[in-house]
Structure formats: structure tokens, C-alpha cells
């Protein structure tokens, strides 16, 4: 299994890439299943994650071909197979969008219910709540969802989330798209993600009004046409690096990020007293010598600050001065870097969906697990603003949605290589 080793130390300098976001790419693969027609998306982030999405779409009877460059290219002329199994939707949670638009086109769909990250129990509800005002049947039988749309298709309705989901708005919104008549989803998620799935819909066809606010109105169509669709910037890998540099000292532009994407960490990141500006074509973050200072952060739905960051400003703030609260408010089960973190010399005491963490002088290099995705970029950051040698194993959750870590890191002068056993 590989692994990353780090030595730390290194200051960060010079300009990193930002990747198309992974979030958004799995479900904008996921609406080439609304079309006979050829999607194609360019600047698609070579990742674990796509590449599993890809496996699945193929299984269902879409041609998918990477390439040139950082273009996807996905083809469902036919659509050969409804049914997803539990093999291909348990390890990644973004596999299950893939029921809605398969009801909405051919009427019918099994899906497994998926599995994911272990961050905390991760219902389908609000999803299967969402199809269900759309007119389709659900039944749940021994770990698959059978949904069955009525005779003539989906219908346009009123969905209603309780809470804002990401992944129950993008599902809502691939089927509704499909469906005949208008759809409103009231509470719908306001990330950028969804921003980019209702650009992709409209230019495929259906109409999508009001992505970004809390009501999304769409109009569906009989057909859609194939696309040609830019993934957006990923805003959490903009996180990541941006909090490296913080972590671990330098001045780095991250071409192509998308400042107002992440206003609440800049205003953190700034608070902090390091520095983080909009610049031509990206975002700047330098820290140079300067000491930095506990701030306190609760993770809510976008624009809030992201969970997904979350792991990573508390690596950052490990070494800051005096104490930060970091509060999760997302996922139940989202601390587990917490104690691998501690390894590095990071004191930090969780209770409940809160952690303090109280900074240390310095953290210093340690053999840790990446436990989740997220959890593992914070453990390379620690790694990056540590004495000594890290090694962080388990690589494969970085690899599900990080592209090219490494080179992207060393480009910039971290020593960070990756062993194979
Ligand atoms: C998306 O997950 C992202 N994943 C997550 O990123 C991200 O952390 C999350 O949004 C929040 O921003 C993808 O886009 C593939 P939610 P999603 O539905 O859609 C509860 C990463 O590291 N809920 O907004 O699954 C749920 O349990 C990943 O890249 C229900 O109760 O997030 C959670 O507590 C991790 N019932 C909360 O809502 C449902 O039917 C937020 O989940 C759906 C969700």
C-alpha cells in the first residue's frame, strides 16, 4: 500500500494549479445520463473518485473516454442496464445520483444504497423524498432502492428539503430536469456545485432558475442535448493549499481558484494573520514569519464555512496562538483526524461536535493513518508545518480527490514523495 513522506520545514513558494472540483464532476457525470446525446467535460480532475463514477456510468451503458487533456468524455446513447449494484455504489456515496436520472429516462432504476466516507451515518432520505414528489414509487428490499416512475414519466412537483442537502438538491435536480413540467425545490443547498449542475442542465436544455439561492425552479424537458461543460474550480482543494500555506509558511497563487467561493476562510485565514488575497486569474495566501492566532469556526451549509475544510483549519490552527473552537455541524463522526493529529505533538480535546484545540509551540513529524479523505490532506499539512518525517498511510482515501498531490507540492518546494511497498 503507498505511502506519503513527508519532510517538514519547507516554506511553499510559487503557483499551484487548482483542479476541476470532484464534487461537481461526479454529478455532472452522473447527468450524461439524461441524454443520447455525447457530455463532455473539460477540465474534469483525474481522480479515484471519477474514475469509479466512470466505472458505473460504463456498467449502465455509457461510453465514457478521457482525454485529450483534462477532458471527459461521456456518451449514453443507450442506456443498456438499470441497475447499479452494491459493489459499484458502496465506496463512494456520489455513485447513488445516478437513480434519479436512470428513472427519469428509462423509467425505472435499482441502486444499492451507498456507502462513502465514515463521517457519520449519511441518510438517502431527503434523495428518495425528492424522486417521490417527483411522482416515482420507491421501495426499499434487502440494501437497494427500486424506484419506478408513472406511466408517460417523472412529473414536476414541489420538493421541500428539511434540511439542505447537496446531494438530495443535485438529485432533485438531474431527475426534475426530465421530468415533465415545472419542479421547485424549497431549502435547496447554495454551493457552487450546484451553481455548475444547473449551468450544465440549462445549456443540455432544461431550464434552471435560482441555483445559488434557496429556491431552485426547473423546467424539464421531453429530451435534452449533449453539452460541452467546464467543471468548476474545486474550492476545497483551494482550501487545502491555501491552509498548507498558512500551516507551513510561504507565498503561493493558486491559479484559477475562485475567491468568492471561499470568502469565509479568507476572512479566517486573515484573522489568523496570514494573508489571503484576490489576485488576477486566482487567490494569493503568504505567511511570512508572522505568528498566528486562534479563530474559531462552525462548519455550515455553503456559504458557511465548509466541512469539508474543516480538518484542515484545524491542522493550521495546531500551532497557532492560544485556543480555537472548531465546531462541526455537518457530520457526527468528522473528528477522527483529531487523534492522529495528536501524534504530531497537536492538543486538542473533542466533546461531542466540538473541538478545542489549544496551539503548540511545534508539531513534530510522526507515522500517522489517513482515516477519510479529508482527514488525510490535514495530516499532510501537519506534515508540511512539522520537524521531521511524517508518514502518512492509507493513501488511497487522498488519491479518491486530490489530483496529482505530490507534484502539485513539490512544484512549490515541499519535500513530499510517494512510497509503493
Ligand atoms: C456532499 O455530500 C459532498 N459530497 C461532501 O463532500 C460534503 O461534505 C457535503 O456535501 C456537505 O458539503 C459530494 O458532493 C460527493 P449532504 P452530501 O447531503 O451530498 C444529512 C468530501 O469530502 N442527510 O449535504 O452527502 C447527512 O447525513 C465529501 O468530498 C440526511 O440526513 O452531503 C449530513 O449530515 C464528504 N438525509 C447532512 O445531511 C439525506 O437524504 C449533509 O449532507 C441526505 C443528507
Not at 424549497?186 to 429556491?215: K, Q, W, Y
Not at 482515501?397 to 512510497?419: S, Y
Request: overall charge negative.
Amino acid at each position: 500500500m503507498d505511502r506519503i513522506v513527508i519532510e517538514g520545514g519547507a516554506r511553499l513558494h510559487g503557483e499551484i494549479g487548482i483542479s476541476g472540483a470532484k464534487n461537481s464532476a461526479l454529478k455532472l457525470m452522473a447527468a450524461a445520463l439524461l441524454t443520447d446525446e455525447k457530455v463532455a467535460l473539460t477540465s474534469m480532475p483525474r481522480l479515484a473518485d471519477s474514475r469509479f463514477m466512470a466505472h458505473l456510468l460504463a456498467r449502465l451503458g455509457v461510453a465514457v473516454e478521457e482525454g485529450p487533456g483534462s477532458q471527459m468524455q461521456l456518451h449514453a446513447a443507450a442506456i443498456t442496464d438499470t441497475y447499479a449494484p452494491y459493489d459499484l455504489v458502496r465506496k463512494m456515496r456520489a455513485t447513488f445520483n445516478v437513480l434519479g436520472p436512470l428513472v427519469a429516462r428509462e423509467g425505472r432504476a435499482k441502486v444499492s444504497l451507498p456507502g462513502g466516507c465514515a463521517i457519520g451515518a449519511r441518510p438517502v432520505d431527503l434523495h428518495l423524498k425528492a424522486l417521490e414528489a417527483l411522482g416515482a414509487q420507491i421501495e426499499l428490499s434487502e440494501g437497494y432502492v427500486e424506484a419506478t416512475a408513472p406511466k408517460g414519466g417523472l412529473v414536476g412537483g414541489e420538493i421541500e428539503l428539511p434540511f439542505a442537502s447537496v446531494g438530495a438538491t443535485e438529485h432533485a435536480m438531474l431527475a426534475a430536469s426530465l421530468a415533465r413540467g415545472e419542479s421547485v425545490i424549497d431549502n435547496a443547498a447554495r454551493e457552487p456545485e450546484i451553481a455548475d449542475l444547473a449551468d450544465c442542465l440549462t445549456a443540455m436544455g432544461a431550464e434552471v432558475e435560482g441555483a445559488g439561492t434557496s429556491t431552485i425552479r426547473v423546467q424539464g424537458r421531453d429530451r435534452l442535448n449533449g453539452v460541452t461543460h467546464p467543471v468548476v474550480a474545486d474550492r476545497i482543494e483551494t482550501a487545502t493549499y491555501a491552509l498548507a500555506v498558512a500551516a507551513a509558511g510561504g507565498d503561493v497563487v493558486l491559479k484559477g481558484a475562485r475567491w468568492e467561493h471561499n470568502k469565509v476562510l479568507w476572512r479566517a485565514i486573515n484573522d489568523a494573520g496570514a494573508t489571503a488575497e484576490a489576485v488576477e486569474g486566482g487567490v494569493r495566501v503568504a505567511r511570512n514569519g508572522s505568528t498566528i492566532r486562534g479563530v474559531d469556526i462552525e462548519t455550515q451549509p455553503y456559504p458557511g464555512f465548509p466541512t469539508d475544510a474543516q480538518a484542515q483549519f484545524m491542522a493550521f490552527m495546531a500551532t497557532a496562538e492560544g485556543t480555537s473552537v472548531v465546531r462541526e455541524t455537518i457530520f457526527e463522526n468528522r473528528f477522527m483526524h483529531a487523534p492522529e493529529l495528536a501524534r504530531l505533538g497537536a492538543d486538542i480535546s473533542v466533546h461531542g461536535n466540538e473541538a478545542i484545540v489549544r496551539g503548540v509551540d511545534k508539531l513534530v513529524g510522526a507515522p500517522v493513518m489517513a482515516t477519510d479523505l479529508r482527514a488525510s490532506v490535514s495530516l499532510v499539512i501537519a506534515g508540511l508545518a512539522a520537524e521531521g518525517e511524517t508518514v502518512v498511510n492509507r493513501v488511497y482515501h487522498l488519491d479518491r480527490g486530490f489530483e496529482r498531490l505530490e507534484e502539485k507540492l513539490t512544484k512549490c518546494g515541499a519535500k513530499i514523495q510517494r512510497l509503493s511497498d
